[in-house]
T-cell receptor
């Protein structure tokens, strides 16, 4: 069991470019969560997805950010026209079921640096 | 929505002493309370969790207690070791909701 896989581990983008972050959940897990972590800070919830469905996107900025979890392939977090304030570690977690039913396990994160 | 408060933000203990981290939550519907440990530059790792039908759970040197009436839960680490030094996060969720995290506690164990 390879665990939650995120790539790339490190991503450098110039202001205005697009950043695309990928997350493959653990085998058997159908729920994916994205969190953002600024240096020396906690984990801020962004979005909760199941296959082909966005369940909760209350933590997503209204503009430039989008997420998907297609029927086939990894979950994608996309940030368009990146700005310096987007620099952070983005963690993906997966669970076999939502909320109370399953533990959430984290990937190693993607560290985005906007220059 | 759920709001989780965590205290203290930093904690220093002598090796061998105990460490206690406390969290409160706001949503009475929350019923799952995990704790994660995050070492510098690494992913958060689940170390212990508790569900609302249990008041206490122990795993070797780590224990978690839950008071549903007061809406608070705590992490206890006994006989601390230098490798326990890390940032610890509590979290809460209920039903089909995602985990909401506290802001973390930076634990330093001094040898």
């Amino acid at each position: 069991n390879a665990g939650v896989m995120q790539n790339p581990r490190h991503l450098v983008r110039r202001r205005g470019q697009e950043a695309r972050l990928r997350c493959s959940p653990m085998k058997g897990h159908s729920h994916v969560y994205w969190y953002r972590q600024l240096p020396e800070e906690g984990l801020k919830f962004m979005v909760y997805l199941q296959k082909e469905n966005i369940i909760d996107e209350s933590g997503m900025p209204k503009e430039r950010f989008s997420a998907e979890f297609p029927k086939e392939g990894p979950s994608i977090l996309r940030i368009q026209q990146v700005v310096r304030g987007d620099s952070a570690a983005y963690f993906c977690a997966s669970s076999p079921a939502g909320g109370q039913s399953g533990e959430a396990f984290f990937g190693q994160g993607t560290r985005l640096t906007v220059v | 929505g759920e709001n989780v408060e965590q205290h203290p933000s930093t904690l220093s203990v002598q090796e061998g002493d105990s460490a206690v981290i406390k969290c409160t939550y706001s949503d009475s519907a929350s019923n799952y309370f995990p704790w994660y440990k995050q070492e510098l530059g690494k992913r958060p790792q689940l170390i212990i969790d508790i569900r609302s039908n249990v008041g206490e759970k122990k795993d070797q040197r780590i224990a978690v207690t839950l008071n549903k009436t007061a809406k608070h839960f705590s992490l206890h680490i006994t006989e601390t070791q230098p490798e326990d030094s890390a940032v610890y996060f509590c979290a809460a969720s209920g039903g089909n909701t995602p985990l909401v995290f506290g802001k973390g506690t930076r634990l330093s164990v001094i040898a």
